[in-house]
Every structure is written in C-alpha cells, then in structure tokens.
C-alpha cells in the first residue's frame, strides 16, 4: 500500500463534515430548497437564501435561526445576471466566500404539446435552465477565484423519462442533466465538481400547485413508480450534503437519483 492509499486516523469522521462552510441555496424560499438549506444549517453550514419569493425566505430563515444556525436572505431572480451579480456581491460582503451552491428555484407548467403557451415555455426554460446556467455561472466564477466549490443542480426524473403535458419541464431537466456535465468538464482540474439530484415526485408547493391545475401528469407518474409515495423535501438532504462534502471527491457530473427506484424500470 502506498503512503497514499493509507487511511489516516479520523478520515471518516471528518468525511462528510460541511461545518463552517458557506453555502448558497436558491429557491430556498419554498419546498426543496427551503429543505436543503435547513439541512445544510443544522450541520454547520451557514447560509445564503436566495429567492425572488420574500416572505417564504423569512420562513426559512427564521427556521434555521430557531434551530440555532445561521442564515441571511438575499432577492436575486435567477433569470437575470444582473440581479444575481448584486446580490453575489452582497453575499460576499456578507460572508467572504461561496463554497456550495444548490440550484433549486424552478417551476412547472402543464399543457399538452400542441397548445403549449409561448410564454409559459419561454418562463420553464428561461427559469429551470437558463436560471440554472446564470447562478452556476455568476457563483462558479468566484469559486473559480478560490479554486474550490461544489455546485449542486436540483434535476429530476424528468431529465430522464417522459411524462405527459410536461414538454417544456421535461427539456428543461433534460438540458440540467447535460449542463451539469457541461460545467463539472470544463471546471473538474480547477477545484470544482458540478453535479445534480434527481428527485422523484415530491411532496412540495410546486407538485400541489400543479396537480390543482390537472392530476395527468402526477396519475402519470405515480402508476409507474414502485410505491405510490411521494418524496419529502427532507430525504435530499443526506443527497446534498454527501455531494457537497469530502465524501464525494470522484463524483463529478453526476446526476444522483434520489427517485425511490422510479428509473429501474
Ligand atoms: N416538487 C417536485 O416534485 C420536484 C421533483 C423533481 C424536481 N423538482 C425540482 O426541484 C426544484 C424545486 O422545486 P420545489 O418543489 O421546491 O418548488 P417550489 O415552488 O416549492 O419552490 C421553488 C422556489 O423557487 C423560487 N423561484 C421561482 N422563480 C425564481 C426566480 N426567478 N429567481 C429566484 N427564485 C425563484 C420560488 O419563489 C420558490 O420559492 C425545481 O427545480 C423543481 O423542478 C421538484
């Protein structure tokens, strides 16, 4: 065995020790990402709410703050450069560096194919892409400067699989999973790893909202999948914290499935 190869005493306590780091949620005002971000506080993590959504990132906020960790919240919309130049700013006048970010604003629309709206096509992409290409542009440059980061992309199983009325989502997650590629190639020999979580249908604001439009595409999705239950935002966390941690060190444009088997078959 190389000198290399040994296992120094300790190695594993400290694997997946995020304390003290500072990480950037966004989305963080509601569902997934208000998870995760609570998550990343309860181990130590201090962190950066990001969110066009005010009041849902006070929640969060005041969460991690009842709980005994430390959060401050900053309005940046995703799909601008603009705003999320400001408050990168305002993050680092705040807390001096980013070494996570997690990428979790997005939304959905459902509409069969042949009626989808413009508009509500040019809102899927421009915000679950495009916004996802901005952050993990404007965040990954200062990583860049610090040779070091982890960036985490909230994908799905519809990066994967199809699934009725859900066209524009569907490509979005599907151009997540090659941007996470994209980035973690192009990043992976200087110090930052670029990988995704794909969840299964969750129990969140944004799958309740949209199955009150129509149940097609969570009827859809839940006759497929192996045992009729959602995911809770809570069981990502273990997700985001293993990919953003020492733990993780070779795993690099992964698209790690948290989809309760939902892709096996
Ligand atoms: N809910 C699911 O079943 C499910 C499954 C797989 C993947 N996902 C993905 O997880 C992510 C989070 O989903 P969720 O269920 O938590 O949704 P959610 O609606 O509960 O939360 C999304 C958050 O993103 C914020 N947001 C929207 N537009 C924004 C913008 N322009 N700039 C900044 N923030 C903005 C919203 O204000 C909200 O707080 C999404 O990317 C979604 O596609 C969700």
Redesign the pocket.
């Known amino acids: 065995m190389s000198e290399e190869d040994v296992v120094p005493a300790g190695y594993v306590a400290d694997l997946f020790n995020l304390s003290g780091q500072i990480a950037v949620v966004?989305?963080?005002?509601?569902?997934?990402?208000?998870?995760i971000a609570i998550g990343y506080a309860q181990v130590g993590v201090k962190v950066a709410l990001?969110?066009?959504?005010d009041a849902?990132?006070a929640q969060t906020e005041q969460k991690i703050i009842e709980q005994g960790g430390v959060a401050a919240s900053f309005h940046?919309?995703?799909?601008?450069k603009t705003?999320l130049e400001t408050c990168a700013g305002s993050i680092l006048a705040k807390f001096g560096r980013v070494d996570i970010l997690v990428?979790?604003?997005?939304?959905?629309f459902r509409s069969p194919a042949e009626d989808f709206p413009e508009e509500k096509l040019d809102f899927i992409l421009?915000?679950?892409l495009k916004?996802?290409y901005l952050a993990g542009q404007v965040f990954g440059n200062i990583m860049l400067i610090q040779g070091k980061g982890n960036i985490i992309n909230?994908?799905?199983?519809?990066g994967f699989r199809a699934y009725p009325w859900a066209s524009a989502?569907l490509a979005?997650?599907g151009g997540?999973v090659q941007l996470t590629k994209s980035f973690a190639l192009e990043w992976g020999n200087r110090g930052i790893r670029v990988n995704a979580i794909?969840?299964?249908?969750?129990?969140?604001?944004?799958?309740n909202?949209?199955a009150a439009s129509t149940s097609i595409t969570a009827d859809f999705i839940k006759s497929r999948m192996l045992r009729e239950r959602?995911?809770l935002?809570r069981e990502l966390i273990g997700a985001a914290i293993f990919l953003a941690s020492e733990a993780s060190t070779l795993v690099n444009g992964h698209t790690l499935m948290c989809d309760d088997g939902y892709l096996i078959a």
Do not use: F, H, Q
């Open positions: 966004t989305g963080a005002g509601s569902g997934l990402g208000a998870a990001l969110d066009i959504n849902g990132m940046a919309d995703v799909t601008s705003s990428n979790s604003a997005g939304s959905a421009d915000l679950n916004g996802t909230i994908a799905s199983i519809g989502y979005s997650k997540v794909g969840p299964t249908l969750m129990d969140s604001p944004l799958t909202k949209a959602l995911g935002s």
